[in-house]
């Protein structure tokens, strides 16, 4: 990522959310991503994730370019290469939570019963193996993160991007699902997390500094490239 | 993401609010069941209506003398025309009364036509019991009467008196026949009827014109030549063009069909309205869904959903929606008609075609009030949708 910015229009006055913010990722590197609140912190998430385009500057994932894609090969790419998951989980509320792992997979074509298979295992690799068919009104905040990890991680994509991941659960539970993300990058998950918590970036290899959409504190490796 | 998925996905979204969709989907049924039962009271109506007229009799054509154009007809008018045209087969003449009838104790008012010995060919009559009248009885002017069925049961109890005296206005007549029922036919019973000879029916009457001649045609093919044969004979006979009116069975069936089919179409179009309304409706609550589930578009996006996966999940709850309530409209509109067509007395007239075009234009309505609201989800940008609350 090179010379990204990124601003919007918020009641008619200009928001400069990132001002020329590079940083590469490497594969296969565990990422923290600090600062207050309106740092920009989400926006450059949601440019890492292919959610959003910067303004100016250049995103490559995987050496390709993003800004040119269309909005199909965008998806494509976030079905496939991304997995994200959410401080307040947003998993589908009528969905149970094999069918919440599935979605996914869905939109990638796999047929039901290779669907079904896959998003089980997954979810019995992070200890819901006896949650399947539970809906997620009915699972406790941890259990619900666990479940949107699964459907993050089930299409095995190359990054998992979260926002403020332990943002909603106490400490313990904030434990177990950073105790996961570790494991996932032991395994060679590229992880980005955004985070408020010093205890989250210590699970990080690296931890960068955002403020006024400015990075600071970048201790960035230059001139290595990203995946 | 292959079709039954996203079927698979629009149901559920349709199952989480029950109620609404019940509604939605109400509007939708009240819709296409007025348009089948509509459209079916108006087929079962006009084909009634098309049976009645086919009941007169077969490749019939009617002469009625206009009188004040100076028609007349008399009844060797009709042996005339059965000599120089060619196209016909029979033909019959006839005058028609009201009187009372009188049977023992028993009176009855009924309708006494003075007919010839071709009346059944002609009409599609059939003789019971007995026989029909026969050319000496119109030349000997014999008082011979046969009786249709609902006379012999308001007059005889029943019974046919067979070989026995009648009395009609008094003057005693013998029952040499009896027809089979045969049913009603332009809104007529055709079997409250007595057929005398047409000679005796004139002298009761005091005239020697007849009021209608009944002809037949060989066949249906040549109807409409020997029509056009009659109206030139005519023409040539009184110097002008309506003094006899010719109509055939034929005109006065696309007549009547014409005004049954426009009467069906415009019902239909009625229906059609509420069929609209109800797709406004779709499209109100589609809209209003696309609101509220506006977060739920945006994590599906995010889990790599593209704007066509979005587009065909609204797009299908639409259809869903509306071909569910088609289907469930088909079969009220039909047992409505059915109720309807048996409180009118003819029979349910819905066809396939009635059905089939119900589904199609349901699903149609679904289709095309679905477009915008589905478009407006699969064009909403993830990341405003994942902030949305």
């Known amino acids: 990522m090179e010379g990204v910015s990124k601003s919007y229009y918020l009641g008619g006055t200009e928001v400069r959310a990132l001002q020329d913010v590079a940083l590469h990722v490497r594969a296969g590197e565990f990422l923290a991503v600090m600062g207050p609140s309106g740092s920009g912190k989400s926006t450059l998430l949601n440019i890492v994730g292919c959610l959003d385009g910067p303004s100016a500057g250049t995103y490559r994932l995987a050496g390709e370019e993003v800004a040119g894609l269309g909005g199909d090969m965008l998806a494509r790419i976030r079905n496939r290469q991304l997995g994200f998951v959410f401080q307040t989980f947003n998993l589908l509320p009528r969905l149970n939570a094999v069918e919440n792992v599935e979605v996914p997979l869905l939109y990638r074509g796999l047929p039901g019963r290779e669907r079904r298979r896959l998003a089980e295992e997954t979810l019995s690799l992070l200890g819901l193996g006896d949650r399947l068919r539970h809906f997620p009104t009915t699972l406790s905040g941890g259990e619900q993160q666990r479940v949107a990890i699964a459907r993050a991680i089930v299409g095995q994509p190359a990054v998992l991007l979260a926002d403020e991941p332990t943002g909603n659960l106490d400490s313990v539970r904030g434990k177990e699902i950073m105790d996961i993300f570790r494991d996932l990058n032991v395994k060679g998950m590229t992880v980005v997390t955004i985070t408020h918590d010093a205890e989250v970036a210590r699970y990080a290899h690296r931890t960068v500094r955002l403020r006024d959409g400015r990075l600071v504190d970048g201790r960035d490796d230059a001139g290595r490239l990203g995946q | 993401m292959n079709f039954w998925e996203s079927v698979r996905v629009a149901w559920r979204g349709l199952a989480a609010n029950k109620l609404r969709s019940a509604l939605t989907m109400l509007g939708i049924v009240i819709g296409v069941a007025a348009v089948v039962a509509m459209v079916g009271v108006g087929q079962g109506a006009s084909r009634l209506v098309s049976s009645q007229i086919e009941g007169l009799g077969s490749n019939l054509i009617l002469l009625t003398p206009m009188r004040f154009e100076g028609g007349r007809l008399y009844a060797r008018d009709a042996e005339d025309l059965l000599q120089r045209v060619p196209t ?59 009786l249709g069925q609902t006379v012999v049961k308001e007059l005889c109890g029943g019974t046919a008196p067979l070989g026995r005296e009648i009395s009609i206005r008094g003057e005693p007549f013998t029952v040499v026949g009896v027809l089979a029922s045969k049913g009603s036919s332009m809104g007529n019973d055709d079997d409250d009827v007595i057929f005398i000879p047409v000679s005796v029916a004139q002298r009761m009457k005091g005239t020697n014109e007849v009021e209608m001649i009944f002809l037949q045609a060989k066949s249906g093919d040549v109807a409409a030549l020997a029509v056009g044969h009659l109206r030139a004979i005519f023409r040539a006979k009184f110097q002008r063009e309506d003094a006899i009116q010719v109509t055939s069975q034929d005109e006065i069936l696309s007549a009547v069909s014409t005004t049954t089919r426009t009467f069906t179409i415009m019902l239909g179009a009625i229906a059609g309205i509420s069929l609209l309304v109800g797709g406004v409706g779709i499209m109100n609550i589609m809209l209003v869904s696309v609101t509220e589930r506006t977060r739920e578009i945006g994590i599906r996006k995010a889990l790599g959903a593209r704007s066509r996966d979005i587009l065909a999940q609204f797009l299908i709850e639409a259809v869903v929606l509306s071909v569910t309530g088609g289907m469930v409209g088909i079969i009220i509109g039909e047992v409505g008609a059915s109720l309807l067509s048996r409180l009118g007395g003819w029979s349910s007239g819905i066809s396939l075609s009635t059905i089939a075009i119900a589904f199609i234009f349901s699903a149609g309505v679904g289709l095309f009030f679905g477009v915008f609201p589905a478009n407006r989800a699969a064009g909403l940008a993830p990341i405003e949708s994942l902030r949305h609350e």
């Open chain 2, 88 to 146: 016909i087969s029979a033909a019959v003449p006839s005058v028609t009364m009201r009187e009372t009838t009188g049977w023992q104790s028993t009176t009855y008012e009924t309708s006494v036509q003075g007919v010839t010995a071709d009346l059944p060919a002609v009409r599609n009559y059939r003789v019971a019991l007995g026989r029909f009248l026969v050319a000496q009885d119109v030349a000997s002017r014999r008082k011979v009467a046969v």
